[in-house]
């Protein structure tokens, strides 16, 4: 065996287990597969429970992947010319180019003053006056409050294509009595402009409101879908995201942005997939502790009730917990005592604080990755165009958060036949390009790293999720290049 890397975090408190295992077919977990109560967890998972079983409020429920296909947009012909020739010129920019052909566009907005709000520090807060006067009533905790109002609306960002897809996320702080609403509109391809779409509103903690995404939102341009904008019968060629700053009447204290984007996409060329060559010479493996999302099962009902539903909190937990950023004894304690014998109860607690009240799950991509920056972390929602691109975040020392979603028997070795939709934590590379995963669809701590086939994870994530990561890291860790512009 060649080789092996062992990465540590700057700030890892968590020592690691480090030795990947590669699981077959012929293992135990292709035997749980075929087990009748796998099947029926599998059931469980898909109808509702399942972080990627999204519910839009228009359609009832809408699974992650298998959505994207049905929402092909027509782009011009003469539009679909340029940018042949655009994604032509830019795939010899460097060993991570793309192999799959459709075009991302991820972009951070520099914050400015707005009406009531002020940059400080690279923060976007309140400012000392300005503000608008606002009642909000909290549809799940049933209150009803005013609040001093600061907003702040982007410039346009033309994408340079025509997108289908939208994602934001955010990293703020939101001191006690305070919120953020986030709201995204597009330009339409005719010129004209969408409404504003309410992406999600959101705070770290859940003792004054509810953080929710927003169903019923559609109309004759596109739709919202937990955390995604899709566009229906015509494609968007640019949009602007809009920050109201939500305070407390009689309070001092402001929330405060840090970072604002989002990523656009038109994936509706991901069929057929076109495979990537791998670009490792050696394994390499970063020191990402382990989780179980499935030695959670039952626990916390009012947050979604544990096991396969939080894969997307547990994945996030391993991340955080590489950073050293996770949550103290204190911060945790009151698992302990609701679950003395517990496990990784920072994987409680994170769930708690990702979970969208309107989705009823804890998988909401930018609630996760603005939970990391509650805690002290950068991130964003963005989407690859291959694991090629991904083994650059694993040489910079960066664990990738990846979604995926396949059909029966598609990914050896996963604890199920199938998932409409599963988050895991890409940890290395093999030499031979072989992803190495903390997947915490697992029965215990201890069998959560193994190898993929690089071949069949990367067809399942690309195909299904258009390569949607969160990509987590502390502000002073730098990002790989990007010469496609999709991080």
């Known amino acids: 065996m060649s080789l092996r890397t062992i990465l540590r975090p700057r700030r890892a408190r968590t020592s690691a287990r480090s030795t990947a295992v590669r699981i077959s077919s012929a293992c135990g977990w292709a035997v749980r597969v075929g087990s009748s109560t796998s099947s029926t967890r599998e059931g469980k ?11 839009t409020g228009e359609t009832a429920l809408v699974l992650r992947g298998h959505t994207r296909r049905r929402l092909t947009v027509r782009i011009p012909v003469a539009l679909i010319a340029v940018l042949a020739l655009l994604l032509g010129q830019s795939a010899t920019a460097g060993p991570a180019a793309a192999s799959q052909s459709y075009p991302v566009s991820y972009h951070r907005f520099a914050l400015t003053a707005g009406e009531g709000t002020t940059v400080r520090s690279g923060a976007l807060t309140l400012a000392s006056s300005g503000f608008t006067a606002k009642t909000y009533a909290d549809p799940y905790l049933g209150t009803t409050n005013t609040y001093d109002v600061g907003s702040w609306i982007s410039t346009e960002w033309t994408t340079g294509f025509g997108f289908s897809e939208l994602v934001s996320s955010w990293i703020a702080q939101t001191p006690s009595g305070t919120f953020v609403w986030v709201s995204m509109r597009a330009r339409r391809d005719d010129g004209n402009l969408t409404k504003w779409y309410t992406m999600g509103i959101w705070a770290s903690g859940d003792g004054d409101i509810y953080r929710t995404s927003v169903g019923h939102q559609g109309d004759a341009d596109g739709y919202i879908a937990i955390d995604t904008f899709f566009a229906k019968d015509h494609p968007m060629i640019g949009y602007q995201l809009k920050l109201d700053l939500y305070r407390l009447r009689g309070l001092s204290a402001s929330p405060s942005v840090t970072r604002i984007g989002a990523v656009a996409s038109d994936p509706v060329n991901t069929k057929p997939y076109s495979p990537s060559t791998t670009t ?25 009730g544990g096991g396969e539903a939080w894969c997307s909190p547990t994945s996030t937990s391993m991340v955080v917990g590489y950073w050293g950023n996770g949550p103290s004894k204190t911060e945790y304690g009151y698992v302990l005592k609701d679950y003395p014998r517990i496990a990784d109860p920072w994987v409680d607690y994170a769930a708690r604080y990702v979970y969208d009240y309107h989705y009823q799950g804890a998988g909401n991509w930018p609630f996760n990755v603005a939970y990391a920056g509650a805690r002290g972390l950068d991130g964003e929602v963005t989407q690859l165009h291959s694991l090629a691109e991904a083994e650059q975040f694993i ?14 028997n598609k990914l050896d070795g996963f604890l199920f036949k199938s998932t409409s939709g599963h988050l895991l934590v890409i940890v290395g590379f093999m030499a031979n390009g072989d992803p190495v995963v903390n997947d915490p669809a697992a029965t215990s701590d201890a069998t959560v790293q193994r190898v993929y086939d690089r071949t069949q994870f ?15 890291h502390p502000a002073s860790v730098p990002l790989p290049a990007s010469p496609l512009g999709n991080w």
Request: positive net charge; hydrophobic residues 30%; glycine residues 6%.
């Open 280 to 304: 490792m010479t050696q394994d390499q493996i970063l020191a990402v502790p382990q989780y179980s999302q499935e030695i959670h099962s039952g626990q916390y009902p009012q947050y979604d």
């Open 395 to 408: 040489k910079a020392g960066i664990p990738l958060v990846a979604s995926i979603a396949f059909t029966s």
């Open 458 to 472: 990367e067809q399942n994530w690309m195909t299904s999720t258009g390569g949607i990561v969160y990509v987590i």
């Open 45 to 55: 998972r898909c109808r509702r429970t399942y972080p990627d079983c999204r519910r």
